[in-house]
T-cell receptor
């Protein structure tokens, strides 16, 4: 059983608010990832991290930012939420070996009114 | 560049029957891994099965098996004896040794609905 946690599970909030989506893992994995997914659609990588103090942009451009101050924690922040940010956000972590899967949290379903 | 293609947007399958989900991939890296994930309507991603590019045998995990045809660059998932709980989205994904951050590339997914 993978130990990666995302909070909140659901968030409905108004336009212009600052939002932080939390992601924590207890497996000691170096690599962590954020994906954005619209309902029934494919996952798009928006951010990833190799380890502490490392953050990189993913394949899909995003107005969100991330930080990695501790190995276990990889929060995602939206400074000013807009309706176009409405989506599901999935956090994942893994070790570096090619044969090891990424372990996912349960996701945050974000709805901006 | 890596690419995963899942050509079946949706499928119906009768309970207790087998179903095959198609996945083709494209990469120039000789070393890569292929993964299948299940995503129920609740949204979480559940890892099902892995196949390495150098593996000689097709991977199996319980009712899940992978039909790996390297020359055709396909990695189809077979679910045997379908159950109602198998109704979900299924995603094929690939990771290559050269991919930045060991990131996964996902296909567009196939929605499976198991009928009683």
């Amino acid at each position: 059983e993978a130990d990666i946690y995302q909070t909140p599970r659901y968030l409905v909030i108004g336009t212009g608010k600052k939002i932080t989506l939390e992601c924590s893992q207890t497996m000691g994995h170096d690599k962590m990832y954020w994906y954005q997914q619209d309902p029934g659609m494919e996952l798009h990588l928006i951010h990833y991290s190799y380890g502490v103090n490392s953050t990189e942009k993913g394949d899909l451009s995003s107005e969100s930012t991330v930080s990695r101050i501790r190995t276990e924690h990889f929060p995602l922040t939206l400074e000013s939420a807009r309706p176009s940010h409405t989506s599901q956000y999935l956090c994942a972590s893994s070790v570096g070996q090619i044969n090891q899967p990424q372990h996912f949290g349960d996701g945050t379903r974000l709805s901006i009114l | 560049a890596q690419k995963i293609t899942q050509t079946q947007p949706g499928m119906f399958v009768q309970e207790k029957e087998a179903v095959t989900l198609d996945c083709t991939y494209d990469t120039s890296d000789p070393s890569y891994g292929l993964f299948w994930y299940k995503q129920p309507s609740s949204g979480e991603m559940i890892f099902l099965i892995y196949q390495g590019s150098y593996d000689q045998q097709n991977a199996t995990e319980g009712r899940y098996s992978l039909n790996f045809q390297k020359a055709r660059k396909s990695a189809n998932l077979v679910i045997s004896a379908s159950q109602l709980g198998d109704s979900a989205m299924y995603f094929c994904a690939m990771r290559t040794i050269k991919a930045a951050g060991n990131k996964l590339t996902f296909g567009g997914g196939t929605r499976v609905l198991v009928k009683p």
